[in-house]
C-alpha cells in the first residue's frame, strides 16, 4: 500500500490590487467610486508596476463604463505627481495634445507658437498616434519647428530658447503610456486619455483642457480645482484645445479654488465647408502668409484668446491681443 503525503490546503493570500477592483465591480448595489485617497493608492501601485495586466485591464474598462470622479482623477494625478520629481520649470501654459486631428488642420498648433513667440512659456505633451486616420502634434513638430525633448533638461533649455517645448508621455511617464497603448487591444479608450490632460507635470499657471464628450468638462474642471489647478476646459475641435469658431464656446474654468463658466459666441455666421484632405504644409504656408484660410484664421485667433483669458486676461482684450501676437509674428520662424 503507497502512503501518500497529507494534502496541505493554504487559502492564497489576495493581491493588493485586488480590493481596488472590488470596489469598482462589486455590482450594481455593491460598486462605487473610489475615495482620493484610494484613487491615488491604486495609480501608485499601477505606476509602480505591482498590478496584474488582467487587474489593469479590469480597472481601466470598470473606471470606463462607471465614468471617473473628480475625486479619482485628482488622487490619480497626485499618484503621479508624486513619482515624476519634475524640476521647477517656469511654464505659462500646460497643453496636453492626445486627441489627433481628422476634420480640420490642427491650427492649434500655430496658436502655440505664436503664443511662444510672443513671450508665453508653454509646455506640451502627447501620447502618440493611437488612433488612425488623425494628424498628431508629434507628427508636425519638425515642419513648425517645435522642439520636440525628450528629457526635463532638454524641456528647460527649450523653454528658455524658444518658449515652446514639446514632451512625449513615453519619457516621463511610460506607464501611463502603456495604459494609453492598450486601446486597441481592450477595444476603448481608458480613462488614462482624459487624466493625461489633468496632469500638469509642471505646475503652469493654467492648464488647458479639451474634453469632447459632453458632462465630462465639469468633471474636468472640478478635478483640477480639487488639485488647486487653474484651468481652463472646453469641448475642443476633435478633441483638442482648438475653439471651433463655427459653434458656440462654453468655458469652464477654475482659479483659486472658485468655478466660473462662460461662453464665447460662434466667430463665423455658417459653418464652414470641411477640406478634402489635410495637408500639414498648408500651415506653414499659412504661418508665412502664402495662403489664406478663413477657418484656420478664425480658430487660431480665438484659440490664443482662449490661452490668455485662461492667464487672466478679460475675453475681448484676449481676442485684441491675439491679433497683435499674430500680426506682428516673424513669417520666417
Known sequence: MTDYPALTLETPAEHPFAPFVRILGKGKRGARSLTREEAREA???????KVEESQLGAFLMLLRHKEESPEELAGFTEALRERLQAPALAVDIDWPTYAGKKRHLPWYLLAAKCLASNGQRIFMHGG??????????EQLLDLLSIPLCRDWSSVGAALDTRGIAFAPLVDWAPRLQHMI????TLGLRSPIHSLARILNPLGARCGLQSIFHPGYQSVHRDASGLLGDNVIVIKGDGGEIEVNPDSPSHLYGTQAHQSWDEEWPALSSQRHVKPVSLEPEQLLEFWRGERQDSYGEMALMSTMALALRGLGT????????ARSYWESRDLSA
Open 43 to 49: 495609480m501608485g501601485l499601477l505606476l509602480d508596476g
Open 181 to 184: 497603448d492598450l486601446r486597441n
Open 314 to 321: 478679460p475675453r475681448d482684450q484676449a481676442f485684441e491681443q
Open 128 to 137: 502618440g498616434a493611437h488612433t488612425a486616420g488623425r494628424l498628431y502634434t
